[in-house]
């Protein structure tokens, strides 16, 4: 069975492409709704949308492959995002990054067995006056520690969200 862009989906992507001088400028805001409906953006997702923009099933996919904030697979419901770059690392992220993968149990491109958390690294999130950082989710998490990573574990495991206390 193929797979069928949902009938809100089509509504708010015509919205979404009327904001944009051509059609196929709205590609990342309608993966984002893509990946919002389902938590990830599947292959027969990608195929789907080159055909609702008429555009080339190898743009939409080097889209979602260049990106890292596209899951390409389901996620954990707090993706954890270690930035790599040369700030972070030299502020620790090395260490942040091992601690995680001792406290989940999990490697990067892993989802702990109740799905709660996604491990990955990116290259870099842009953040790099406020290194190290982990973007979870769209939240960045900045200027981090072993004390306030363990801190942020607890609230997301308790189902605290640390941004909105």
Not at 50 to 61: I, M, N
Not at 98 to 104: P, Q, T
Not at 108 to 113: A, M, R, S, Y
Not at 127 to 153: H, R, T, W
């Amino acid at each position: 069975m193929s797979f069928k862009l949902s009938e809100e989906f089509k509504t708010k992507a015509a919205h979404i492409c009327a904001r944009y001088p051509r059609r196929d400028a709205a590609l990342i805001p309608l993966l984002l709704e893509l990946q919002a409906e389902a938590g990830f953006v599947a292959e027969e997702a990608m195929d789907a949308l080159a055909q609702y923009l008429e555009l080339p099933y190898s743009r939409v996919k080097a889209v979602v492959t260049f990106y890292t904030m596209f899951n390409r697979a389901p996620a954990g419901k707090y993706h954890l995002q270690v930035c790599r770059n040369i700030s972070c690392h030299m502020a620790g992220a090395p260490g942040l990054l091992a601690r995680l993968r001792g406290k989940l149990g999990i490697a990067e491109g892993e989802t702990t067995k109740d799905g709660l958390f996604t491990l990955s690294t990116v290259e870099c999130l842009g953040a790099c006056g406020s290194a190290p950082v982990i973007q979870v989710n769209e939240d960045y998490f900045e200027n981090l520690d072993e004390m306030k990573l363990d801190s942020l574990l607890e609230d997301l495991r308790h189902g605290k969200h640390p941004l909105k206390r």
